[in-house]
T-cell receptor, first 114, second 118 residues
Framework: DAGITQSPRHKVTETGTPVTLRCHQT?????MYWYRQDPGHGLRLIHY???????DKGEVSDGYSVSRSKTEDFLLTLESATSSQTSVYFC?????????????FGPGTRLLVL | AQKITQTQPGMFVQEKEAVTLDCTYD???????LFWYKQPSSGEMIFLIY??????QNATEGRYSLNFQKARKSANLVISASQLGDSAMYFC???????????????FGKGTLLTVNP
């Protein structure tokens, strides 16, 4: 499972409140990602990080910000939650060997915005 | 433009039989990678198999194999000897390079829901 944990695993919040989701990894991976999953879609990239304090936007980044102050932690913040941000959020890391590359995913966080 | 297409929203297979899940992709990049993930009802995303565009042989991992037909731009997942525990959503994904060369994101298809019947 590549040592990835996410917290919280479930959250219910109200529209307009800020929310922070945490991704923690224990294997010193350089690249980390936040995806969201919605019905009828696969996963879509929100933001990614290629090192401490190095982050960039993905395809659905509006309304989200991220921070990475340590290699092991990648935080996703919904600045002012909206109902359209109700989703399942997955954190991922990239792992590459000579023969194979893979992204491993955390267990996911289910967020409900009322 | 849709880059990963999974045309089968749902598939049924009898236990112990083989099943093929279809995936076609579109890219102009000569270097790319294709992935399959399994998502059971519990929700986690489980990596199954990877195929690089320059790999000469089709990838295999236990009961999973990837039927890679480069000219047709297809990367179908074959599950042999289906088990009840194979019932899940299956996603095909393609690597797209991000800035820096060694960084990439995955672009996913919409998935195929496989049901294995006893």
């Amino acid at each position: 499972d590549a040592g990835i944990t996410q917290s919280p695993r479930h959250k219910v919040t109200e529209t307009g409140t800020p929310v922070t989701l945490r991704c923690h990894q224990t294997e010193n991976h350089r690249y980390m990602y936040w995806y969201r999953q919605d019905p009828g879609h696969g996963l879509r990239l929100i933001h990614y990080s290629y090192g401490v304090k190095d982050t960039d936007k993905g395809e659905v980044s509006d309304g989200y910000s991220v921070s990475r102050s340590k290699t092991e932690d990648f935080l996703l913040t919904l600045e002012s939650a909206t109902s359209s941000q109700t989703s399942v959020y997955f954190c991922a890391i990239s792992s590459r060997t000579d023969s194979q590359e893979t992204q491993y995913f955390g267990p996911g966080t289910r967020l409900l915005v009322l | 433009a849709q880059k990963i297409t999974q045309t089968q929203p749902g598939m049924f297979v009898q236990e112990k039989e083989a099943v093929t899940l279809d995936c076609t992709y579109d890219t102009s990049d000569p270097s790319y990678g294709l992935f399959w993930y399994k998502q059971p009802s519990s929700g986690e995303m489980i990596f199954l198999i990877y195929q690089g565009s320059y790999d000469q042989q089709n990838a295999t991992e236990g009961r999973y194999s990837l039927n890679f037909q480069k000219a047709r731009k297809s990367a179908n997942l074959v599950i042999s000897a289906s088990q009840l525990g194979d019932s899940a959503m299956y996603f095909c994904a393609m690597r797209e390079d991000l800035s820096g060369g060694s960084n990439y994101k995955l672009t996913f298809g919409k998935g195929t829901l496989l049901t294995v019947n006893p």
